[in-house]
């Protein structure tokens, strides 16, 4: 951190804050005022797994339990997702893609790229690699 900086701009929080502000209002712009990141990042997963409980969603998307059952709520209202009670534990619900989501996914994936392609354009290749690989290591991925 330089000593030039002023505050608050020299604090990763609010810079943090500050690039997700500019990532939702790309969102909204570019890929959906319907559909937010989070849910399609569970579109994503959804369709790279299969299914999966509401469990195995919150540990997929870092999310806790109670934000994920409501986004599925919402999302199996829009037809984007389905829910059953697992037939081995009846305490699980397990949670599929349904086709109206599978080509929502399909339908948003380039616009998904697009918005980050414009989100990070200021930076050089490498730059962006280098925010992915330190954003991942201050989340301990």
């Known amino acids: 951190m330089s000593d030039t900086e002023q505050e608050p701009q ?7 804050r500050r690039a997700q502000q500019a990532h939702l209002a790309a969102w909204s712009r570019i890929v959906s005022t319907e559909i937010t990141s989070v849910q399609y990042s569970i579109l994503v997963v959804l369709d790279r797994r299969g299914s999966a409980s509401q469990r195995e969603l919150c540990d997929e998307v870092d999310l806790d339990r109670s934000t994920v059952a409501d986004l599925v709520t919402r999302m ?22 349904t086709e109206r989501g599978l080509a929502e996914r399909i339908r948003l994936q380039p616009l998904v790229a ?17 925010l992915r690989s330190a954003l991942n290591a201050m989340l301990g991925n």
């Open 10 to 16: 020299r604090h990763t929080g609010y810079l943090i």
């Open 114 to 130: 697009e918005a980050n392609a414009q989100l990070t354009a200021a930076l050089t290749d490498e730059q962006r690699n280098a």
């Open 76 to 97: 199996e209202r829009r037809g984007l997702v389905a829910r059953e009670r697992d037939s081995a534990d009846a305490r699980r619900n397990v949670v599929t893609l």
